[in-house]
T-cell receptor, first 119, second 114 residues
């Protein structure tokens, strides 16, 4: 089945540094990638939607310059947290809509998530 | 806007008893509904979805859900809960506003007591 590989699984960084999170679609082409943020035992909040070859669409309240999203190919989307601060510590998850042989299958594949801790 | 609501925070159930996790939806048009499960520090695992067809949907790990249009509900059920079913459960609806994102409920923590 469709797989999205997300790396790293966890990362600890110093305040002020930048961290890049990668999501790769392994056996399908992901023209769209959704990026979510999740606080402990809470729901997933959509941060932005990336589309291959075009600018990402950010949700209201999400800082574009802090959370840089790039979707340069049909199999790779990246989220870079720039100048990270402790309040950026969270669980970040990517997700791509699935497409079957006959078109959209209306399913979604999720990455395994990245636990970011900023110290 | 498309949305789902999960009214409970935590569901406690004894091992072997039936498990129900509630979800109601609010959509314009036909709803595309999903259930996912999440274990600590892991991504979401797909359980089942309703797109069209039979109102009773059977999914992974013995779970099923019933789509009820009159009550706008899509409750998740399992006849006999296992301790390993303890996890966070999310109901979600496909939002047709342009990019087909998933809109999630707040999640329910399920605790299965041995």
């Amino acid at each position: 089945g469709a797989v999205v590989s997300q790396h790293p699984s966890w990362v600890i960084c110093k305040s002020g540094t930048s961290v890049k999170i990668e999501c790769r679609s392994l056996d399908f082409q992901a023209t769209t990638m959704f990026w979510y943020r999740q606080f402990p035992k809470q729901s997933l909040m959509l941060m932005a939607t990336s589309n291959e070859g075009s600018k990402a669409t950010y949700e209201q309240g999400v800082e574009k310059d802090k959370f840089l999203i790039n979707h340069a190919s049909l199999t790779l989307s990246t989220l870079t947290v720039t100048s990270a601060h402790p309040e950026d510590s969270s669980f970040y998850i990517c997700s791509a809509p699935q497409t079957g042989p006959a078109g959209p299958s209306y399913g979604y594949t999720f990455g395994s998530g990245t636990r970011l801790t900023v110290v | 806007a498309q949305s789902v609501a999960q009214p409970e925070d935590q569901v406690n159930v004894a091992e072997g008893n039936p498990l129900t996790v509630k979800c109601t939806y609010s959509v314009s048009g036909n709803p595309y509904l999903f259930w996912y499960v999440q274990y600590p520090n892991r991504g979401l695992q797909f359980l089942l979805k309703y797109i069209t067809g039979d109102n009773l949907v059977k999914g992974s790990y013995g779970f099923e859900a019933e789509f009820n249009k009159s009550q706008t509900s899509f409750h998740l059920k399992k006849p006999s809960a296992l301790v390993s079913d303890s996890a966070l459960y999310f109901c979600a609806v496909r939002d047709m506003r342009g990019n087909n994102r998933l809109a999630f409920g707040k999640g329910n923590q399920v605790v299965v007591i041995p």
